[in-house]
């Protein structure tokens, strides 16, 4: 059983930087494609960022295009989320999700729908 553990949330002032983790036991990233997604409370779970683990393949939600930066480190079989330049209305509940495995190599998706695994989230503040 494929379960993902994130770290790195915490409490931050605007323009702060945080890294966030995910870090997979039971499997691996190998052949799949990772993403973070968001959850603002009251809101729906959003997008952020998807990296393909392959060949490093990236995709980004516009709230994030020039201020996170997703990337994996294969020798130690983790994702990262490197963000910058946080603002109040990234607080929200970080989650990482891996999709199955493919015989191909895909692009990362960006609908919640086309991740298999979740972890179980980390939470992010930014304080004004």
């Known amino acids: 059983q494929v379960q993902l553990v994130e770290s790195g949330g915490g409490l931050v002032q605007a323009g702060d930087s945080l890294r966030l983790s995910c870090a997979a036991s039971g499997g691996t990233f190998s052949r799949t494609y990772v993403g973070w997604f968001r959850q603002a409370a009251g809101k729906e779970r959003e997008f952020v960022a998807g990296?393909?683990?392959?060949?490093?393949?990236?995709q980004y939600a516009d709230s994030a295009k020039g201020r996170f930066t997703i990337s994996r480190d294969i020798a130690k079989n983790v994702v990262y989320l490197q963000m910058n330049v946080l603002k109040p209305e990234d607080t929200a509940d970080y989650y990482c999700?891996?999709?199955?495995?493919?015989?191909?190599?895909?692009?990362?998706?960006?609908?919640?729908?086309?991740?298999?695994?979740w972890g179980q989230g980390t939470q992010v503040t930014v304080s004004s």
């Open positions: 990296i393909t683990w392959s060949d490093g393949t990236t």
């Open positions: 999700a891996r999709s199955q495995a493919f015989f191909y190599t895909p692009a990362p998706g960006t609908a919640s729908g086309e991740y298999k695994y």
